[in-house]
């Protein structure tokens, strides 16, 4: 889920667990949807996408799933392993609120995989 | 990482100096970013650029100016640096306008005392 508060929610989840992480986007004007990951002390690194005309794109132990209906995102992580250890946020492509044009991030969910 | 580098690393600065961060990208993208990253709050468009010398505002952009005088560089400047711009300063690069993924570069820790 988003934050609210200076701290990101986490979800812990024993290693070869499958992880589910959500987000709920702002705009219903919004087509183009993103997420990343982002490693302590680096740059957000691209996950997967999935256009608005999809609801549900797979990539390499990821899966990504849209439901505009009530304007939610979810990331499944398959089999998760130390290394995806990481806080994940989504994009979205349409302004949120009083926001600039370009994408808008959300404020992320820290994934804690637990030996 | 997409070929983006961001110079200095890690900077600290008294208030009131003028600060320079540098953005390179070896991509050839057409648009490039600034943004700031802050406890409780999402990455925050700073300014962007989709051509050289063709910028703009973004959703924080009070403080800040910025420059492309060659595809492969943006300069984002703070004329007089002030505490509550102490943050984490990333740069990002992409082909296309809002229906493609940005790619980041490392960041910059500025720290204004």
């Known amino acids: 889920g988003e934050s609210v508060g200076l701290h990101l929610p986490t979800l812990s989840v024993q290693e070869g667990d499958n992880s589910i992480i959500n987000c709920a986007y702002s705009?219903?004007?919004?087509?183009?949807f993103i997420w990343y990951k982002q490693e302590s002390g680096k740059g957000p690194q691209f996950i997967i996408d999935?256009?608005?005309?999809?609801d549900k794109r797979q990539g390499q132990r990821v899966t990504v799933l849209l439901n505009k209906t009530v304007k939610h995102l979810s990331l499944q992580i398959a089999a998760t392993q130390p290394g995806d250890s990481a806080v994940y946020f989504c994009?979205?492509?349409?302004?949120?609120?009083?926001?600039?044009?370009?994408?808008?991030f959300g404020k992320g969910t820290h994934l804690i995989i637990q030996p | 990482d997409a070929g983006i580098t961001q110079s200095p690393r890690h900077k600290v600065t008294e208030t009131g100096t003028p600060v320079t961060l540098r953005c390179h990208q070896t991509?050839?993208?057409?648009?490039m970013y600034w943004y700031r990253q802050d406890p409780g709050h999402g990455l925050r468009l700073i300014h962007y650029?989709?051509?050289?010398?063709?910028?703009d505002k973004g959703e924080v952009s009070d403080g800040y100016s910025v420059s492309r005088s060659k595809t492969e560089d943006f300069l984002l400047t703070l004329e007089s640096a002030t505490s509550s711009q102490t943050s984490v300063y990333f740069c990002?690069?992409?082909?296309?306008?809002?229906?493609?993924?940005?790619?980041f570069g490392p960041g910059t820790r500025l720290t204004v005392t």
């Open positions: 991509e050839n993208h057409r648009y």
């Open positions: 705009n219903s004007a919004s087509d183009y």
């Open positions: 990002a690069i992409s082909e296309k306008w809002r229906e493609d993924e940005q790619y």
């Open positions: 999935i256009r608005s005309n999809m």
């Open positions: 994009a979205e492509n349409a302004k949120s609120g009083g926001g600039a044009d370009g994408l808008t």
């Open positions: 650029s989709y051509g050289v010398k063709d910028t």
